[in-house]
Nanobody
Framework: VQLVESGGGLVQAGGSLRLSCAAS????????MGWFRQVPGKEREFVAA????????YYVDSVKGRFTISRDNAKNTMYLQMNSLKPEDTAVYYC?????????????????????WGQGTQVTVSS
């Protein structure tokens, strides 16, 4: 599956952005999905994850209550709605996909479990 992120940009602190991750090549319903972010000089960190059906989600503590992960399998697209953005949210955001069994609704936080990655989209939050 190929993944392409979009929706990044420059926003003031307190503002909002919605990132999209469009998939092609295979139906997105075959994958659990995740969002990660990376700042230059630091390791990529987990942000949010969603099960193949969308029934299970999980967030890193620093974004709980501000970010919402969702997906539309009919459109082969995953989203990350980011509200109340802070300067420390500045990073390149990556979407990722992990093949999964439709019998379970697991979410995954470990980077190494994801097999497919997008190219990333820059999010910059000014103070």
């Amino acid at each position: 599956v190929q993944l392409v992120e979009s929706g990044g940009g420059l926003v003031q602190a307190g503002g909002s952005l919605r990132l999209s991750c469009a998939a092609s090549g295979r139906t997105l319903s075959s994958y659990a999905m995740g969002w990660f972010r990376q700042v230059p000089g630091k390791e990529r960190e987990f942000v949010a994850a969603i099960s193949w059906s969308g029934r299970s989600t999980y967030y890193v503590d620093s974004v709980k209550g501000r970010f919402t992960i969702s997906r539309d399998n009919a459109k082969n697209t995953m989203y990350l709605q980011m509200n109340s953005l802070k300067p420390e949210d500045t990073a390149v955001y990556y979407c990722s996909a992990k093949p999964t069994n439709s019998d379970v609704n697991y979410v995954y936080t470990r980077e190494g479990l994801y097999a497919f990655w997008g190219q990333g989209t820059q999010v910059t939050v000014s103070s």
